[in-house]
């Protein structure tokens, strides 16, 4: 059972998938966007052309050595939103809906036990921060959530940093912030290779949000946040 060990005194969570989530899940927003530009297309399949552009970019950026700024995300999340939705007569038109949609806190929920996991693990001494491959839209989706307030200057987001997870430089930026050696910071994320791998390589210790279970070969995992305060 993982817990946290004695010498960690930072954590650093993601954001999408560990505390903040779409709500209405992407997919059906994705759908409902593209009936409204004459579309009829299911979430299902909208699902499945989304990961299928998501991969791509996730290779793109590794041949880039996971560079990354403002520019580039915007072409990602135009990329992905327009293979997704191909065959809509705007595309454009879509982008710009779904880019804007997920800037605005009201399309976002909290994991359910997030605040009280983070007012626990603050009680207990430990700085809390945040690290996210994603833009800036992610303060303004911040600025919505009174419970990600603990963060702090302790946010770091790729388009800033220049790097993104699960670029080495990346954690580095973020362990600086904190003023932590590796060995003492723990990364919390629902992402293999982003989150958990990329930590343990940059000399982190790290834990796997895994609620479906999905790698049992993971050593280091949980289900619930909740379970971090075990
Ligand atoms: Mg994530």
Redesign the pocket.
Known sequence: MPRISQSVRAVYF?????LLFPEPPAPVIYAQIAHQHGLPISAEEVRSRFWAAYQEEERADHSLQWRTNEDREQQRWHRIITRSLAGVADPEACYRELFEHFARPDSWRLATDAQDTLTQLQNRGLVLGLAS?YDHRLWKVLAGFPALACFHNRVVISADVGIRKPGREFFEEAAQRVHCPASELLFV???RA??YEGALQAGWQAILLDPQGRHPDVRSRIKRLAELLE
Do not use: C, F, S
């Open positions: 993601d954001a999408v998938g560990t491959n994320g629902d992402d982003n989150d």
